[in-house]
């Protein structure tokens, strides 16, 4: 009596599966960094006592953002359409940053006391450098480019 082998179902070939696992890993890679923003220098501001940098900009540039009387001494202004939150250190020296939260992504709220603040988990940021001062936030907020123009703030 002789035996055969049976013919095997075929399966996916392992190249096929080592592909499908790297591209699934590729793209949760590349989901988690989706809204991350390169920029991390300072907010550029030709107004009095402001600071240059080369920040990105979100929304396009060049649109009025407010006018520097919106801006109180001490807080800010967030702007999420364009994505950007802006904000008064001290007199007559404006900072923007993205609005974007670096814990998961929410959009900050408001800037009180000095303090850039997101609704979502409790991170702070100190609304002259953008630095985490408390909260899950994991890194700073990322800088934007703004340009004070006469009494408009425009991002560059």
Do not use: W
Not at 20 to 26: C, F, I, K, M, Q
């Amino acid at each position: 009596m002789s035996t055969q082998a049976l013919p095997s179902e075929p399966g996916p070939a392992r190249r096929t599966v080592v592909a499908a696992v790297g591209g699934a890993g590729l793209a949760a890679a590349l989901a988690a960094c989706g809204d991350s923003d390169k920029s991390g220098d300072a907010a550029k501001s030709s107004g009095d006592g402001g600071t240059g940098g080369t920040g990105g900009t979100a929304g396009g540039g060049g649109g009025v953002l407010a006018k520097t009387a919106d801006i109180p001494q001490g807080g800010g202004k967030v702007f999420p359409d364009q994505g950007v939150v802006v904000t008064q250190p001290t007199a007559g020296t404006f900072k923007a940053f993205s609005a974007t939260c670096t814990h998961q992504g929410c959009t900050v709220k408001d800037v009180v006391g000095g303090t850039i603040n997101c609704p979502c988990h409790g991170s702070k940021y100190d609304a002259a450098t953008g630095k985490v001062t408390g909260g899950p936030a994991p890194r700073p907020l990322p800088a934007k480019t703004i340009k004070v123009e006469g009494d408009a703030i425009k991002l560059a």
